[in-house]
């Protein structure tokens, strides 16, 4: 393909966050993970790039989401099939990042359901989508899953959704208090643990089970962040003291939680510039479904991108996402750069019209 990918601020910031982070290359002392580091946040954005220069028509698009869910329909296969995951090893059958995987599949497969005449297949894929993250008892998935539909029903029904948007908070709360392997999970001692206790107050922090991650987040902030905050101690340096287990959590070897090393390695400016560049992606998403002159295809693809970009972003609050990029953060970014294509093949018949 010779055409040029589509830049927008989205890119042009997310490709800030790259250079900050090669500079936080230059005070590491894991350079050789700080890499391996900015190589895994690099390629949603290569993803973005290539699909915004692809595509630049609809069919183009749903194909590549298609083709796309035949996939994830493949991971489900792997993941649920004993011993046939040992054949075909890879990250996609990683059974944490098929569950994040998944949560842009799902919000894809709903987009289809009301773009295209309401096919009910597509209706019943996104149900199936949804279903691994309860079974496999992710509380992770759950809350990404759950954001990622809310924030797809305020995209399409903006303010009429709040009633919409209560109910799949109601849900969320009554699979963590109604679903027992959940329930159990979710608190340390749970036979007392109900809604009317939530309601009253009497449920607080301490009453979560966080395997540990409450733990190792203060001890990582106050070992690599404290004193350091605007610019970290350098890509990758988290990371590496995991990975050498330098660090009193026993075989632990991430820290579950995107956010923290972001911090830790490169300070409030990563931040700003990570975070920003997805906020901008999210309001961009929203402002183009909004927008009548673009066609379904466009629709379709700004909705998926918006809504799965808040969920995924919300799994990296409790997990270490960038670690499996390929299955996880690439697919909002992918359907955010096909949006982005579709925009200039639009704009493009108009002009030959």
């Given amino acids: 393909v010779k055409r040029k990918p589509v830049w927008s601020a989205v890119s042009i910031f997310y490709l800030l966050y790259i250079a900050w982070l090669l500079i936080g290359l230059s005070y590491s002392p894991a350079p050789s993970y700080g890499f391996r580091i900015i190589l895994k946040y690099l390629y949603p954005l290569c993803i973005m790039l290539f699909a915004s220069a692809v595509v630049r028509d609809g069919e183009v698009f749903l194909k590549a989401g298609l083709y796309a869910r035949w996939v994830a329909v493949v991971c489900l296969i792997f993941a649920v099939v004993p011993g046939i995951g040992i054949l075909v090893p890879g990250v996609f059958w990683y059974s944490t990042a098929s569950a994040i995987h998944f949560i842009s599949m799902c919000i894809f497969s709903l987009a289809l359901f009301y773009h295209s005449g309401h096919k009910k297949i597509n209706f019943y894929l996104a149900i199936l989508f949804m279903i691994p993250c309860i079974l496999w008892v992710f509380r992770t998935s759950i809350m990404g899953t759950t954001l990622a539909l809310?924030?797809?029903?305020?995209?399409?029904?903006?303010?009429?959704?709040?009633?919409?948007?209560?109910?799949?908070?109601f849900l969320f709360i009554i699979t963590i208090f109604f679903i027992p392997s959940i329930k159990e999970k979710m608190f340390y001692k749970n036979d007392n643990k109900s809604i009317q206790t939530l309601r009253s107050g009497e449920i607080s922090i301490d009453d979560i089970n966080s395997n540990g991650r409450f733990a190792m987040w203060e001890w990582s902030l106050n070992k690599f962040y404290q004193n350091r905050e605007l610019y970290g101690t350098g890509t990758g340096n988290l990371q590496e003291t995991f990975y050498a287990l330098r660090h009193p959590f026993g075989t632990i070897r991430i820290c579950h939680n995107d956010y923290v090393?972001?911090?830790?390695?490169?300070?409030?400016?990563?931040?700003?510039?990570?975070?920003?560049?997805?906020?901008?992606?999210?309001?961009?998403?929203?402002?183009?479904?909004?927008?009548?002159?673009?066609?379904?295809?466009?629709?379709?693809?700004?909705?998926?991108?918006?809504?799965?970009?808040?969920?995924?972003?919300?799994?990296?609050?409790?997990?270490?996402?960038?670690?499996?990029?390929?299955?996880?953060?690439?697919?909002?970014?992918?359907?955010?750069?096909?949006?982005?294509?579709?925009?200039?093949?639009?704009?493009?018949?108009?002009?030959?019209v």
């Fill in 261 to 352: 090393q972001i911090l830790c390695d490169n300070g409030i400016i990563g931040i700003a510039l990570f975070g920003g560049s997805f906020l901008f992606l999210i309001f961009h998403c929203f402002s183009v479904y909004q927008d009548k002159r673009y066609g379904i295809a466009v629709h379709i693809c700004a909705i998926t991108a918006g809504a799965s970009s808040a969920g995924t972003l919300l799994t990296m609050y409790t997990d270490n996402v960038i670690n499996y990029t390929m299955a996880t953060l690439s697919y909002p970014c992918g359907f955010y750069g096909m949006m982005l294509g579709l925009i200039v093949g639009t704009k493009m018949k108009k002009d030959v």
């Fill in 150 to 169: 809310m924030v797809f029903f305020f995209f399409r029904y903006k303010l009429k959704s709040i009633p919409v948007i209560v109910g799949c908070l």
